[in-house]
């Protein structure tokens, strides 16, 4: 049948291929398998020899390993400038605190951010979209937060979500207010969170799915993260936060205790903090390129983790201060070579956990009918060799929502 011009197959099978479903604990592999899809959504995925009889067009897809449609479910994505000035300036010596106090990083951004049109955010964020995109990336989270004010803020939520009807990707826009502090407000950072709680969780609600805030000594404090949050609930908007980045407040168990579908960094985490996310069903995102890129040497805890059963995901964090990469593939590797992590978990933590941390987990995440059918068709056929290589990219295919 024809939709808008295009040619849209409303039935659509992918065979001879290696799944990755996802499903249970492991890769739920499945050699010989086949997805269906009908309208957009999986309507079987399994062993061939299972499959209903094939009547509609199908793919033929050589041996290939399909995954999900890979989850960046941590990111930064759209934001005016770079900064790769300051990071010359670290390679200096100066800190990431030093240049910060200094009104470099965060505010830097910020004033790039407010000095762009929409449509400039817009621009200047696809080129890095299609970097995610061309790695296999169907959904992405994408934070405000650079803004600092009502209104740049939501400018940069509709240029988010604006994203998401330029590119065939899913987009869940996040509300970052409580990022930094913005100079206007001369370090009276209480009087900012009463202008994120009242005037700007109001007018991001309609725009944004989640609500998240930085909760650090250079961020703002337990207190100041617990009005944001309770506003965020109030407005029916589900909740994140960035915790444990660089200084241990136990924003991962604030998090925990409001049932947040995620606390993100986590390398200065407790185990009492990952056992009580692990309770609440919080996820453990991880951002191995911000480990990197900081130089960052505590580990996140993943042994209680495991020992507790967090839920873990990888992400990019792409932002132009302290992760500026546009790949999650070398996430997995990063995750794998710098965190420890195991190939089950890596893989897991871009598709089925990284569906968890954005609430999206009945929707994608896994290859199972009544999801979306959201693929990665890659030229391997071996799981591991998408965490293995660093900077070669195996993508054969990407399907969004069946096409
Ligand atoms: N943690 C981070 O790693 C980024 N934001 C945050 O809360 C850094 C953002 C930046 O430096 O621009
Ligand atoms: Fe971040």
């Excluded at 998090?255 to 996310?277: I, N, Q, Y």
């Excluded at 967090?310 to 995750?335: E, H, K, Q, Y």
């Amino acid at each position: 049948m024809t939709h808008s011009g295009d040619v849209v197959q409303m039935e659509h099978s992918w065979t001879n291929a290696r799944l990755a479903t996802m499903i249970d604990d492991g890769l739920g592999l499945i050699d010989d398998g086949v997805v269906t899809a009908e309208d957009g959504r999986i309507v079987y995925a399994g062993p061939a020899d299972g499959a209903p009889a094939q009547t509609a067009p199908s793919t033929d897809c050589g041996g290939r390993l399909i995954t999900p449609g890979l989850i960046d479910c941590h990111t930064h994505l759209v934001h005016g400038g770079n900064r790769a000035n300051e990071w010359a300036m670290r390679l200096d010596g100066a800190s990431y605190e030093d240049i910060a106090r200094a009104g470099g990083g965060i505010v830097s951004t910020m004033r790039a951010t407010r000095n762009a049109s929409e449509a400039e955010l817009i621009d200047s964020a696809l080129p890095r979209l299609d970097a995610l995109l061309a790695e296999g990336v169907t959904t992405i989270e994408i934070k405000s937060g650079y803004g600092l004010s009502t209104e740049d803020e939501t400018k940069m939520l509709r240029a988010a979500r604006a994203l998401g009807e330029q590119r065939r990707v899913r987009v869940a826009p996040t509300f970052l207010g409580a990022h930094a502090l913005p100079p206007e407000y001369k370090g009276d950072s209480d009087a900012y969170i009463d202008l994120v709680v009242d005037a700007m969780i109001p007018a991001a609600a309609p725009l944004a799915t989640a609500v998240d805030a930085f909760c650090e000594g250079i961020g703002f404090s337990p207190a100041q993260c617990e009005r944001v949050i309770e506003a965020a609930k109030a407005h029916g908007l589900a909740v994140k936060l960035h915790a444990e980045q660089l200084s241990a407040l136990h924003g991962s168990a604030l998090a925990a205790k409001h049932g947040a579908l995620s606390a993100d960094h986590l390398e200065h985490a407790t185990d009492d903090d990952v056992r009580a996310m692990a309770e609440a069903g919080t996820v453990a995102v991880l951002l191995p390129g911000a480990y990197y890129f900081m130089r960052e040497t505590k580990l996140p805890p993943i042994a209680a983790m495991r020992r507790h059963g967090t839920r873990i995901a990888l992400a990019t964090d792409c932002n132009p201060g302290t992760s500026p990469t546009t790949s999650l593939l070398l996430m997995l590797n990063m995750g794998a070579t710098l965190f420890g992590l195991t190939v089950v978990e890596a893989l897991r933590g871009v598709t089925v956990n990284a569906a968890a941390a954005l609430g999206l987990g009945t929707e994608i995440g896994t290859l199972e009918p009544g999801k979306a059918c959201d693929l990665a068709i890659w030229n391997v056929s071996d799981p591991a060799e998408l965490v293995y290589r660093i900077g070669f990219n195996p993508l054969h295919q990407r399907i969004k929502d069946g096409q």
